[in-house]
Nanobody
């Protein structure tokens, strides 16, 4: 019933831009903190950006100034605007939803979308 569906990934040249979208269903979106994670082959999954129900944002140091996370509660969608992309941004990007009022609850994950940045 709960679904997080990412879209917007693809192949882009270094310096280019992509906007990822994650459409959520089956949850009360407005009470979930949302995040974007990424995982490159052979590496651990890492937090890229997060946005709380109150609009507070956090970013990995590696993307500060280049990426922007936002959410549209009316559309049950969280976005990740990625500018000035670098080859090291290449990874599978995953959408994450965490129930804000309840600590220690298992989050939901999307299936991921591939982002490949060519040099």
């Amino acid at each position: 019933q709960v679904q997080l569906v990412e879209s917007g990934g693809g192949l882009v040249q270094s310096g280019g831009s992509l906007r990822l979208s994650c459409a959520a269903s089956g949850i009360i979106f407005s009470i979930y903190d949302m995040g974007w994670y990424r995982q490159a082959p052979g590496k651990q999954r890492e937090l890229v950006a997060a946005i709380t129900t109150n609009g507070r944002t956090d970013y990995s140091d590696s993307v500060v100034g280049r990426f922007t996370i936002s959410r549209d509660n009316a559309k049950n969608t969280v976005y990740l605007q990625m500018n000035s992309l670098k080859p090291e941004d290449t990874a599978v990007y995953y959408c994450n939803a965490r129930y804000a009022p309840g600590a220690f609850q298992s989050p939901y994950w999307g299936q991921g979308t591939q982002v490949t940045v060519s040099s």
